[in-house]
């Protein structure tokens, strides 16, 4: 069965968006200008352009039309190139510098709200720290945002009698991020192991991101680890229609991949 005609309809203007027909921030041609160009019913418009409001390319401003997504993805190096710890040469970049630089270089205004939190484990987390579900954590979390648009939500998950005693346990950022606290107390992070899904966002998620309903996340889970067993679990979540992960292989850099500006997803 042929698909229904909106379908048909989304599917080639999903084709002129990535083809670059129109740029980021462009208006979409009217509705009656689409009605006469493919020789549709306007109902059949409506539908098509829903679709493509729904995956977070087209937007919709009330009185004004509707527009391509303004602002482009933000790339984000997954592992970024080796940093000069207070100690031996780590092989984890620091998360907020490396979203800090890259929000400069592309020339974004970065902003965060930060939040101490201390709760009961969940089983997937307390099983990537070998510790039972239910058991207390630290969750240090971090909300950022691009030029006021919602980008991510990080959580740190630090096992609570790690965190005792120290700046680990305050309601806001440590000065030089928190490796600098692991590495003071001897579990400066030199290994970790990345779990990336996709999946669509809770309710909370969606109010939260400002997604349309057919935009899911990025859910990168990375769990750190030294000589001594795990350190840390970190969960990203990302809007997928506004981040890029790029992951390094082989000799390569993660800063060194060249990313395609005009794909969609992960490199």
């Given at each position: 069965?042929?698909?229904?005609?909106?379908?048909?309809?989304?599917?080639?203007?999903?084709?002129?968006?990535?083809?670059?027909?129109?740029?980021?921030?462009?208006?979409?041609?009217?509705?009656?200008?689409?009605?006469?160009?493919?020789?549709?019913?306007?109902?059949?418009?409506?539908?098509?352009?829903?679709?493509?409001?729904?995956?977070?390319?087209?937007?919709?401003?009330?009185?004004?039309?509707?527009?391509?997504?303004?602002?482009?993805?933000?790339?984000?190096?997954?592992?970024?190139?080796?940093?000069?710890?207070?100690?031996?040469?780590?092989?984890?970049?620091?998360?907020?510098?490396v979203y800090a630089e890259e929000a400069l270089a592309a020339g974004r205004r970065l902003t965060c709200d930060f939040e101490m939190l201390v709760v009961r484990a969940r089983a997937d987390i307390?099983?990537?720290?070998?510790?039972?579900?239910?058991?207390?954590?630290?969750?240090?979390?971090?909300?950022?945002?691009?030029?006021?648009?919602?980008?991510?939500?990080?959580?740190?998950?630090?096992?609570?009698?790690?965190?005792?005693?120290?700046?680990?346990?305050?309601?806001?950022?440590?000065?030089?991020?928190?490796?600098?606290?692991?590495?003071?107390?001897?579990?400066?992070?030199?290994?970790?192991?990345?779990?990336?899904?996709?999946?669509?966002?809770?309710?909370?998620?969606?109010?939260?991101?400002?997604?349309?309903?057919?935009?899911?996340?990025?859910?990168?889970?990375?769990?750190?680890?030294?000589?001594?067993?795990?350190?840390?679990?970190?969960?990203?979540?990302?809007?997928?229609?506004?981040?890029?992960?790029?992951?390094?292989?082989?000799?390569?850099?993660?800063?060194?991949?060249?990313?395609?500006?005009?794909?969609?997803?992960?490199?």
């Amino acid at each position: 069965m042929p698909a229904p005609k909106y379908q048909r309809l989304a599917a080639d203007l999903r084709r002129r968006i990535e083809a670059g027909e129109w740029q980021g921030g462009a208006q979409l041609p009217v509705e009656t200008e689409l009605e006469h160009h493919y020789g549709v019913a306007r109902n059949t418009v409506r539908l098509a352009v829903d679709v493509l409001v729904n995956e977070g390319r087209l937007v919709r401003l009330q009185g004004k039309g509707t527009y391509l997504k303004q602002q482009p993805m933000l790339d984000h190096r997954a592992f970024g190139p080796p940093r000069q710890a207070a100690g031996p040469q780590d092989c984890l970049a620091a998360p907020s510098e490396v979203y800090a630089e890259e929000a400069l270089a592309a020339g974004r205004r970065l902003t965060c709200d930060f939040e101490m939190l201390v709760v009961r484990a969940r089983a997937d987390i307390a099983e990537l720290l070998g510790m039972l579900p239910g058991e207390a954590v630290v969750v240090r979390r971090q909300l950022r945002l691009t030029d006021r648009e919602p980008y991510s939500i990080e959580e740190s998950h630090y096992r609570a009698g790690l965190a005792a005693g120290t700046p680990l346990m305050e309601p806001e950022p440590v000065p030089g991020g928190d490796e600098t606290v692991l590495t003071a107390i001897g579990r400066c992070e030199s290994a970790a192991a990345d779990r990336l899904v996709a999946r669509m966002p809770g309710p909370e998620e969606a109010a939260w991101f400002e997604v349309g309903p057919g935009v899911p996340l990025l859910v990168q889970t990375r769990v750190t680890s030294d000589t001594r067993g795990p350190v840390r679990v970190v969960e990203t979540r990302y809007a997928a229609d506004r981040c890029r992960l790029l992951y390094g292989l082989g000799t390569a850099q993660a800063g060194s991949v060249a990313p395609a500006r005009t794909a969609a997803g992960v490199s």
